[in-house]
Nanobody, 125 residues
Framework: QVQLVESGGGLVPPGTSLRLSCAAS????????AGWFRQAPGKEREFVAA????????YYADFVKGRFTISRDNAKSMLYLQMNSLKPEDTAVYYC??????????????????WGQGTQVTVSS
């Protein structure tokens, strides 16, 4: 049974940091890319960041470049998202994603086979 379990969300003031973690199980995590998406109230789910299977290549949405860093530990089947300089507009439910080996583009939600339940991030003073 495939499981992706996020943790690390919370309520933080603007300008601070959070680190999201995602524990993957039930599939070959190390064999494929993984990513993070988010969905704010009243908005569509959007791509945040992705990382290739080896961790050597990363991709980011323009609105998080320079602030967020995606990483992975294949030995532990863990995915991470370090979020710095958080802004109120970063408030959303953040979802961890995984997939089977594929050549599909990484920025599309349809390119991922597995999704976590989401973790709430609220940035507010």
């Amino acid at each position: 049974q495939v499981q992706l379990v996020e943790s690390g969300g919370g309520l933080v003031p603007p300008g601070t940091s959070l680190r999201l973690s995602c524990a993957a199980s039930g599939y070959s995590f190390r064999s494929a890319a993984a990513g993070w998406f988010r969905q704010a109230p009243g908005k569509e789910r959007e791509f945040v960041a992705a990382i290739r299977s080896s961790g050597g290549l990363t991709y980011y949405a323009d609105f998080v470049k320079g602030r967020f860093t995606i990483s992975r530990d294949n030995a532990k089947s863990m995915l991470y998202l370090q979020m710095n300089s958080l802004k109120p507009e970063d408030t959303a439910v953040y979802y961890c994603t995984g997939r089977k080996p594929s050549n599909m583009g990484l920025e599309r939600a349809s390119a991922y086979d597995y999704w976590g339940q989401g973790t709430q991030v609220t940035v507010s003073s």
